[in-house]
């Protein structure tokens, strides 16, 4: 069974510029959720959807970024503009839907640096 | 809000040294508890988890018990390989909700 893939690993942009990464999860799992971790502190948690529904979205910084999971398969998270805080990696996970499972199985994130 | 605290590194240990990574949680309710571990250039994968108190969870060699009279939640291993060198991270989560993660823990293994 092929994990949570992520895209790009790496990228590398100027301030002022738009960065879209994607995250394909497990085949199956309907929550998908999106994490950060700048600069070595701690993950933080942005979003969790649900199939094409978010169903929390308050770790969102701003309105800067965008997620989005069209047909509640794959997701996209837009910066635009990009700032020199958004820096960090970032990891989308994902997860079955039965309501005992609490196990997130995690991708290998994308390294956005932002120049 | 939900937190989580462990133990600030990095830590170096010898090979076959025991290895003790304190973590601490803040939460309303029982929440499940886990370790995550990022080995180097791969992404996080799932270490052991206990999802009430006094579970023990286990894996490669790896332990932790979840304590609700401590709020705690320590990594333990006996003796530990320089392959163990990573990032390990403990987080907290209620059912299919966000987890709630520690600033992690850099760990280096010398032969």
């Known amino acids: 069974e092929a994990g949570v893939t992520q895209f790009p690993s790496h990228s590398v942009i100027e301030k002022g510029q738009t960065v879209t990464l994607r995250c394909d999860p497990i085949?199956?799992?309907?929550?998908l959720y999106w994490y950060r971790r700048v600069m070595g502190k701690e993950i933080k948690f942005l979003l969790h959807f649900v199939k094409e529904s978010k169903q929390d979205e308050s770790g969102m910084p701003n309105n800067r970024f965008l997620a989005e999971r069209t047909g509640g398969t794959y997701s996209t998270l837009k910066v635009q503009p990009a700032e020199l805080e958004d820096s960090g990696v970032y990891f989308c996970?994902?997860?079955?839907?039965?309501?005992?499972?609490?196990?997130?199985?995690f991708g290998p994130g994308t390294r956005l640096t932002v120049l | 809000g939900d937190s989580v605290t462990q133990m600030e590194g990095p830590v170096t240990l010898s090979e076959e040294a025991f290895l003790t990574i304190n973590c601490t949680y803040t939460?309303?309710?029982?929440?499940?508890l886990f370790w995550y571990v990022q080995y180097p250039g791969e992404g996080l994968q799932l270490l052991l988890k206990?999802?009430?108190?006094?579970d023990k969870g286990s894996n490669k060699g790896f332990e932790a018990t979840y304590r609700k009279e401590t709020t705690s939640f320590h990594l333990e291993k006996g003796s530990v390989q320089v392959s163990d060198s990573a990032v390990y991270f403990c987080?907290?989560?209620?059912?299919?909700?966000?987890?709630?993660f520690g600033t992690g823990t850099r760990l280096t293994i010398i032969p």
């Open positions: 987080a907290l989560g209620f059912g299919n909700e966000k987890l709630t």
């Open positions: 939460a309303t309710g029982y929440p499940s």
């Open positions: 996970a994902s997860s079955p839907l039965a309501t005992s499972t609490d196990t997130q199985y």
């Open positions: 206990a999802t009430k108190a006094d």
């Open positions: 085949s199956g799992h309907d929550n």
